[in-house]
Each structure stands twice: as structure tokens, then as C-alpha cells.
């Protein structure tokens, strides 16, 4: 049985969206392993050379945790997208093991990344939710893989919208926007529709 994980935005030493990470954690352990764990993200131990900027913490758990790691965080730049196919896949907790995403991944081509479309409807890329732009509403894939703290955050705050998403709306749409734990809509991760492959 695989690992979770959980993945933080740190911020001058503070950690963001900690009660959504909290939740989803309890919840994911509680789903896999039967047993809540109860992460105290706000008490984080930062080491003092992450105490400044933008750091990425990663914590790998069961019902105890395994490993708490601390990087400093450089975004990738995501410029296109190719869609592919999959009605199988499964992601609704964040697991370490990302075997059957990678295996997307490996379709990806000369694209950048991969926006992954299941039962004819978009879902997620391989490491984050997506928002589409659509006559100026801003709407994510009601059909996600994984709930993102960063979008329950967003749709929560009535910032984004959920809705069912096909890949006919990407031709009418103004963008792409890349969202995670390490990604939000100020951040300008998108994507413009040419740069999409179908």
C-alpha cells in the first residue's frame, strides 16, 4: 500500500493553506489506512536555512509520519499542453507512488506537460489542478483527480467555479492557469490554447 504525501508552500518561514493540508491529510490517511493522522502543519520544525523565500516541505505518511523534507522551490515553466486519454486512473489521494502518472507523462511528446482527459472530461495535468478561462470566469474540472488545497482554497473564496470541462471548451477558451500547493492563480503559470495539443 503507497505512502501519502503531502506537499507545502512555505513563505519566510510561514506555511500556507495549513487547515487545508490538515484536512486532506486526515481524511487521506483516514481513506487508506482507517486511521486519521493529525499533522500539525503550523508547528512545522523549518530549519533556519528555509526560513527565508519560497521553500517546498514534503511529508511522506501513513497513520505516523515517514519523512519531512525541506528544498527551496524554483517553479518549472509550463508552455504546452498535450491531452491524453485515460478512463482508469486514479489519484483521489496524493500517494507517493506516481507510477500510472508518470506513464501519462511519458506520452507527452514535445509538449511540456500533460492535461489528462477521463471519461471525455478534463481533469488534472500530472502535478496539479488547472483553471480555464472561459468569457471571463474563471472554471476548474469538476471531474479532478485529487482535490487540490490550493483550489478548494480558490473555490472556497468564490475566486473559481466548478464545472464539468470537456476538451471542446479549451477551444474556447483565454487560458490554461497550472495550480497546486506551490501554484496559485497570482503566480501566472497558463497556458494559452494554440500552445494546447489535441
Known amino acids: 500500500m503507497s505512502l501519502l504525501l503531502e506537499t507545502i508552500r512555505i513563505v519566510d518561514g510561514l506555511p500556507m493553506n495549513a487547515a487545508y493540508h490538515q484536512r486532506r491529510a486526515a481524511e487521506s490517511s483516514l ?13 512545522l520544525l523549518i530549519p533556519d536555512e528555509f526560513r527565508e523565500g519560497v521553500v517546498k516541505c514534503r511529508i511522506i505518511y501513513d497513520v505516523h509520519i515517514h519523512e519531512i523534507t525541506f528544498e527551496h522551490y524554483t517553479p518549472r515553466k509550463i508552455n ?17 507512488d506516481r507510477s500510472d502518472l508518470n506513464a501519462l507523462v511519458a506520452q507527452k511528446g514535445i509538449a511540456d506537460e500533460i ?3 477521463k471519461n471525455g472530461l478534463l481533469s488534472d ?10 468569457n471571463g470566469v474563471l472554471y476548474t474540472p469538476k471531474n479532478c483527480l485529487l482535490k487540490g488545497t490550493q483550489r478548494q482554497q480558490l473555490l472556497d473564496e468564490g475566486k473559481i467555479v466548478e464545472r464539468d470541462l470537456t ?7 483565454t487560458s490554461v492557469t497550472i495550480i497546486n500547493a506551490m501554484l496559485g492563480l497570482e503566480d501566472n503559470n497558463t497556458i ?4 494546447i495539443i489535441f
Not at 481513506?31 to 508547528?43: P, R, S, T, W
Not at 495535468?125 to 472561459?134: C, E, H, L
Open 31 to 43: 481513506a487508506v489506512f482507517g486511521k486519521e493522522i493529525h499533522l500539525e502543519f503550523d508547528n
Open 167 to 173: 476538451p471542446a471548451d479549451l477551444q474556447n477558451c
Open 80 to 96: 504546452s499542453l498535450k491531452l491524453v486519454y485515460d478512463n482508469q486512473i486514479d489519484y483521489s489521494n496524493k500517494r507517493l
Open 115 to 117: 492535461l489528462i482527459v
Open 125 to 134: 495535468i500530472s502535478y496539479g489542478n488547472v483553471v480555464v478561462s472561459i
Open 192 to 195: 494559452l490554447p494554440e500552445n
